[in-house]
């Protein structure tokens, strides 16, 4: 289920894109009617192209060298996968339809399909505003940002329910940060059977980690003025008991 709670500004579906090609570390390839996982073995150019490294007496190099130019050949796909353990943890998936060339031992892939399918629906990206994104600035750093948090910090999350409408609290089991963006940080609220996400906005959006301490700091402030959330304050209760 998804909880109400108004939705802050976040990246577009460019720009989600190309953060997902960003941070992802494997991609699966199919191509002539077969499909390989590859790990650790791509990169991306500055605009949205990606370099495979595959070895050369590969199927898929071979294949590359047959196909007609200019015609997809491949579907590339790529999961956006939430580093803290969840209940349905792939955040979004990515595939880029289009065809590889040869390029100094590695294969270039170019993309003329572009769709991120997103928990609300799967929307086509156009190609020039894919080339044209950039990936969000916290992508790289994403996974250690949260799984610190989760790890090191629980109180400042239990903290951070604060700022949720109690109502998006009823029956929670556990709260743990999903996803964060230069826009803001979501929250998974975890039920016995259901899940909602529920995204807090930063006053501005944040252009690197040292910025991004600051608006949590923020956050934090803004969450200790608030009152405590019922449903908690009755569970902490009932675990002092």
Do not use: K, N
């Not at 609300?120 to 020039?128: H, R, Y």
């Not at 906005?201 to 600051?214: K, S």
């Not at 608006?215 to 908690?232: F, G, I, Y």
């Amino acid at each position: 289920m998804g909880d109400t709670q108004d939705w802050a500004a976040g990246p577009g579906a460019a720009e989600q894109a190309r953060s997902v090609l960003e941070a992802a570390w494997s991609c699966a390839v199919t191509a002539d009617g077969a499909r390989e996982e590859y790990v650790g073995a791509h990169s991306v150019t500055e605009d949205g192209a990606v370099l495979l490294h595959v070895p050369e007496d590969s199927a898929l190099f071979a294949a590359a060298l047959c196909a007609p130019r200019g015609e997809p050949s491949a579907v590339l796909e790529f999961a956006d996968v939430a580093p803290v353990p969840v209940r349905r943890r792939i955040r979004a998936r990515l595939w880029l339809a289009g065809w590889f060339t040869p390029d100094e031992g590695r294969l270039l892939f170019r993309a003329t399909r572009v769709v991120l399918r997103r928990p609300s629906g799967a929307v086509l990206v156009e190609l020039d505003e894919f080339a044209a994104a950039r990936p969000d600035p916290l992508a790289g750093a994403e996974a250690q940002l949260l799984t610190h948090l989760a790890d090191a910090h629980p109180d400042a999350v239990e903290r951070l329910t604060r700022l949720v409408r109690p109502e998006s609290l009823h029956a929670v089991t556990r709260v743990v940060p999903l996803a964060v963006d230069r826009h803001g940080l979501t929250l998974r609220i975890e039920r016995t059977r259901a899940h909602g996400d529920v995204r807090l906005p930063f006053h501005t959006p944040a252009d690197d980690v040292a910025q991004l301490t600051e608006r949590m700091h923020a956050l934090l402030t803004q969450a200790s003025a608030a009152v405590c959330p019922r449903a908690l304050q009755r569970q902490r209760a009932d675990g002092d008991g």
